[in-house]
Nanobody
């Protein structure tokens, strides 16, 4: 099994920046897709950014140009640099790993979540 441990987040004023990290332990699987999602109170969990298995990157329209997803050289940790934060970015943020495993096929793993609060 793989374990995802998140760090970072916190509270910031509008216009500020925060950085989230997602570290993995254990076998990450094949063709991993590394993503960030967020969930605001009373809303559905929504996609934020992803690094595909071919290392292409995609962003939600709402964060494009403000957020940057990246990964480390060993490709076992990934990050979300969030700049020009807005109150609408307030949510619980989750990292997600989607990868192929011999025992379970395509499988999703989630981090524990970290709160980001942006005040106006």
């Amino acid at each position: 099994q793989v374990r995802l441990v998140q760090s970072g987040g916190g509270s910031v004023q509008a216009g500020g920046s925060l950085r989230l990290s997602c570290a993995t332990s254990g076998f990450i699987g094949w063709r991993p897709v590394k993503s960030w999602f967020r969930q605001a109170p009373g809303k559905e969990r929504e996609f934020v950014a992803t690094i595909e298995s071919d290392e292409s990157i995609n962003y939600a329209h709402s964060v494009k140009g403000r957020f940057t997803i990246s990964q480390d050289n060993a490709n076992k940790s990934w990050y979300l640099q969030m700049n020009s934060l807005e109150p609408e970015d307030t949510a619980m943020y989750y990292c997600k790993l989607h990868s192929l495993r011999s025992s379970t096929g395509w499988t999703d793993f989630w981090g524990q979540g970290t709160q980001v609060t942006v005040s106006s």
